[in-house]
């Protein structure tokens, strides 16, 4: 897939308006394209700024009171719908949806999937939640906190967010604690945490989650543990949840190399 | 099956219910309102009178469905009706469909600068900045960017609403989100934030970048074209 097509169906992509094939053939290309990454990250940017600016407006207490008010006047038995608002004309599906607008052929199919909360939902809903995650690997910004000890950093965090901060310690010894930022994973509070480790970068978010979001994630046994990772933008980004709270790792490492290490790792 | 089947309870109570779930919805109706007719004041008109249709068509909803898009829908069809000056918006917005795009690409210099400044809040007028640019879309575009980025709502919820096609919708909501990020680029550089030699790559004539034909890109790749 080049770098065109991509640009022009990212809206669609961040809207999660895509089907799984299509999804796939992106993601590939996402992968291995820093130019699209770095335009997905714009994409995602604004609508987020969108939909802060705008969730905030909230309607007056007069009006409520107003509607209210109005609405309880209205007669019990209220007419019967006339034409303009009957249920199919206000919601024609068979009619409008089932014109060929087959751009995306399996839309109508993966709609009834992805929109009604079953188990696939919630696996291309956790997805986002992975993309935050790794979005905090690869977007360089600047730390809050900066030092080799990584209990300053819980100190620094509490207060600024409401689950207590209190970061994994790895056995590797390779590993080096670098800073942490405050940050956020979706609408959440998180806490990413950045590591060296031998000159490659490690990431950990932290954020609370308290339903498990290891459903659509691939499972691995390393050294007795069991561990589960999800495959985004070519990075595996293994996920361990205990007390509520989720610590997401992302890495320059290989794949095997950074199972390794986590599983490895103490989770307090 | 509408909400008397779901709750086997009087009318009255049915009804009840409908209401207190209706209102759950007021601040969604408030915003969309005056993003469509501006002033405070219509924009409660506006609602009061959604919720009326709303309350005396009720049986009409069908429970289970998104009840967020059923009102709306029901006050864009008021809005459209009473509000728009019909002429006017109706030619303005055929002119913006039938000339060419003409808004590009940003390049990806660009679009990296301008997420670094929104993300590390080194822009902090970042927020006005994009009320303004949304406010000056023209009313359908600023409606489909409010429902898919602040409503949340699919495409085929927002084709439903407005009435159109779902082609449409992603054809538009396309232009509508490269019309914003063309006038943030234009802030960003009045604002020192993104260097003035920063640009937009204009698509050659006749390229217009709207969303291409995937199904069509598929057979291709795969040779049964």
Not at chain 1, 97 to 108: E, L
Not at chain 1, 173 to 192: D, K, M, N, T
Not at chain 1, 232 to 241: A, M, N, R
Request: with cysteine; proline share 4%; hydrophobic share 40%.
């Amino acid at each position: 897939m080049q770098c065109e097509l991509v640009e022009k169906h990212l809206d669609a992509y961040v809207d999660e308006e895509l089907d799984a094939g299509t999804v796939v053939l992106f993601e590939n290309h996402l992968s291995q394209c820093r130019s699209c990454q770095t335009r997905l990250a714009f994409t995602r940017s604004i609508k987020r700024q969108v939909k802060e600016q705008f969730s905030t407006v909230s309607a007056p207490e007069s009006l409520s009171t107003r509607v209210r008010a109005e609405l309880a006047k209205e007669p019990n038995e209220p007419t019967e719908g006339q034409g303009r608002y009957t249920h199919k004309a206000v919601f024609g599906m068979s009619a409008a949806a089932t014109v060929a607008f087959a751009i995306f052929g399996a839309y109508q199919a993966f709609e009834g999937q992805f929109k009604n909360g079953s188990t696939v939902a919630e696996s291309s809903m956790a997805i986002p939640v992975f993309e935050d995650v790794v979005d905090r690997h690869t977007q360089d910004h600047l730390l809050d906190v900066q030092d080799t000890e990584p209990d300053r950093a819980t100190s620094w965090f509490r207060g600024k967010v409401r689950f207590p901060v209190r970061p994994v310690q790895f056995r590797d010894p390779s590993v080096r604690f670098v800073g942490a930022r405050l940050s956020h994973v979706r609408e959440r509070q998180a806490a990413a945490l950045y590591y060296n480790i031998s000159g490659r970068k490690l990431t950990t978010v932290m954020f609370e989650a308290p339903s498990p979001l290891w459903s659509g994630c691939e499972r691995a046994v390393i050294s007795g543990r069991e561990l589960y990772y999800r495959n985004v933008f070519g990075y595996t980004v293994p996920v361990i949840q205990h007390n509520n709270i989720a610590y997401a790792f992302t890495s320059d490492l290989d794949r095997s190399s950074l199972l390794r290490v986590v599983a490895n790792a103490k989770v307090p | 099956m509408d909400y008397r089947g779901i709750f086997g309870a009087s009318r009255t109570e049915a009804r009840e219910k409908f209401e207190a779930e209706s209102l759950q919805h007021i601040d969604a109706l408030y915003r969309n309102a005056l993003g469509l007719v501006k002033r405070p004041e219509d924009a409660e008109d506006l609602v009061q009178e959604t919720y009326l249709k709303a309350i005396r068509f009720y049986k009409t909803f069908e429970a289970g469905t998104n009840l967020k898009a059923w009102l709306i829908r029901i006050m864009y069809n008021t809005f459209v009706n009473r509000y728009r000056r019909a002429g006017k918006e109706r030619m303005a917005l055929k002119a913006l469909s039938d000339e060419p795009n003409g808004y590009g690409v940003i390049s990806d210099q660009s679009a990296k600068s301008l997420t670094d400044a929104i993300s590390t809040a080194m822009w902090p007028i970042v927020s006005e900045e994009i009320k303004t640019a949304i406010n000056r879309l023209p009313d359908e575009y600023r409606l489909m960017v409010v429902l898919a980025d602040v409503e949340e709502m699919t495409y085929r919820e927002i084709a439903e609403v407005l009435g159109c096609p779902i082609g449409t919708v992603m054809s538009r909501l396309h232009r509508a989100r490269r019309m914003l990020q063309e006038e943030l680029m234009e802030h960003a550089k009045a604002a020192g934030i993104a260097g003035a030699t920063e640009s937009v790559d204009k698509p050659a004539a006749g390229n217009v970048s709207d969303p291409v034909d995937l199904d069509l890109y598929r057979r291709q790749r795969s040779g049964t074209n």
